[in-house]
T-cell receptor, first 113, second 115 residues
Framework: DADVTQTPRNRITKTGKRIMLECSQT?????MYWYRQDPGLGLQLIYY???????NKGEISDGYSVSRQAQAKFSLSLESAIPNQTALYFC????????????FGQGTRLTVV | AQTVTQSQPEMSVQEAETVTLSCTYD???????LFWYKQPPSRQMILVIR??????QNATENRFSVNFQKAAKSFSLKISDSQLGDTAMYFC????????????FGTGTRLTVIP
């Protein structure tokens, strides 16, 4: 099983619908992140969390919310999806030590029609 | 603002040849770490190599090496003896020692290894 698991892997939803993307990890890391990848733009930070009670906005948080249900689970919600939120979404985890790598899930491709 | 620039959107290389991917970045911070990530068609983000900014010695991992020029804020990736499995999108990124500890990514270079 993957260390960082994202569900669903692919999703098509309609404009205005609420949708939740889920992320769970078995690595025991305290830090979790949600990134969005758009063609030609690289990955941008949406939200991050250092523990269950510590959640912070990233560069592009408008239109998104998150929930850290447990150390191992970090969900991203789109309250009312719009077409320009069509993108590839990644969850990532890392330990507190700065120079260690981030571990990524396999991504969720979200299409808003 | 923290920025990462990868000026080569696409590159190609013959199998077994060497290729260099360019990356420049801009930050006013002094303590940071640099990374190259690979994203094959499977979408998985895979760490290729990392470099601590306080180390002058360039990092090497098997066929992958970097040329880190701190004063010029340049961090290029050299792939030697290119293999078909190296075909992927490559992202340059950095993170700080403090704060959110998130990654700042470039826009990526799509590398194709030609048989």
């Amino acid at each position: 099983d993957a260390d960082v698991t994202q569900t669903p892997r692919n999703r098509i939803t309609k404009t205005g619908k609420r949708i939740m993307l889920e992320c769970s990890q078995t690595k025991g890391h305290d830090r979790m992140y949600w990134y969005r990848q758009d063609p030609g733009l690289g990955l941008q930070l949406i939200y991050y969390s250092f523990d269950v009670k510590d959640i912070n906005k990233g560069e592009i948080s408008d239109g998104y919310s998150v929930s850290r249900q447990a150390q191992a689970k970090f969900s991203l919600s789109l309250e009312s999806a719009i077409p320009n939120q069509t993108a590839l979404y990644f969850c990532a985890t890392k330990v507190r030590v700065t120079n260690t790598e981030a571990f990524f899930g396999q991504g969720t491709r979200l299409t808003v029609v | 603002a923290q920025t990462v620039t990868q000026s080569q959107p696409e590159m190609s290389v013959q199998e077994a040849e060497t290729v260099t991917l360019s990356c420049t970045y801009d930050t006013s911070e002094n303590n940071y770490y640099l990374f190259w990530y690979k994203q094959p068609p499977s979408r998985q983000m895979i760490l290729v190599i990392r470099q601590e900014a306080y180390k002058q010695q360039n990092a090497t991992e098997n066929r992958f090496s970097v040329n880190f020029q701190k004063a010029a804020k340049s961090f290029s990736l050299k792939i030697s003896d290119s293999q078909l499995g190296d075909t992927a999108m490559y992202f340059c990124a950095f993170t700080f020692r403090t704060g959110a500890n998130n990654l700042f990514f470039g826009t990526g270079t799509r590398l194709t290894v030609i048989p």
